[in-house]
């Protein structure tokens, strides 16, 4: 179910397997990209401006090349959010597991921020699910509280964030389960 990507990234313990890995929903990568088109067509549409300026100014007719330099410029610029766009996608990941809950927060190109938290330490999960298009095409921000010294973990914009909260919520029940039943009349006393 996960990708060997994450094995690489985290340790899982005896005993421990991935119940799901979250990621933002593919829309709010899509609605991204589609900006980004956007952004190609603009110096398509500037580009006699831009020839006729630089020809008039040159007095020549270099404007052309002057176009196919700037242009160049403009994809590589283009290419690279992209490449950002889509890391910043596929390696910002939480890694759900029976026994904790990872977030995976991917900071640039070269930059990674792991933290975990138990299931156990869960006090509470929340999603908020705003805006026409977050219900349509259900997406949300899911808020883990968590107890001790670890911070809150948020994901925002995340894919079926009420299917991911009942599952979370499941191994929650299921960990707090199997410490009661390990737990002996006399410690219960004490």
């Known amino acids: ?7 690489k990234l985290i340790s899982l313990e005896p005993g421990e397997t991935v119940l799901m890995e979250v990621r933002r929903h593919m829309i709010v990568f899509y609605a991204r990209i589609l900006i980004l088109v956007a952004f190609f067509f603009v110096p398509l549409f500037i580009s006699p401006l831009i020839v006729l300026g630089v020809n008039k100014m040159a007095q020549s007719d270099i404007g052309a090349i002057v176009f196919g330099f700037l242009f160049t410029l403009w994809l590589a610029v283009i290419w690279m959010t992209f490449f950002y766009q889509w890391t910043d996608y596929y390696l910002d990941v939480w890694v759900i597991t029976n026994k904790r809950i990872f977030d995976i927060d991917q900071k640039g190109f070269f ?45 925002k914009d995340a894919a079926s964030p009420m299917d991911v909260k009942n599952i979370i919520m499941q191994a929650h029940g299921r960990t707090i389960d199997e410490a009661v039943m390990k737990t002996t009349p006399a410690e219960i006393v004490h």
């Open 111 to 155: 930059s990674r921020e792991i933290s975990a938290c138990r299931i156990e330490q869960l006090q509470d999960v929340s999603i908020t699910v705003d805006g026409i298009m977050a219900t349509f095409f259900k997406y949300g921000t899911i808020h883990i509280h968590t107890a001790g010294e670890s911070h809150d973990f948020l994901i």
């Open 1 to 7: 179910m996960h990708l060997p990507h994450l094995t």
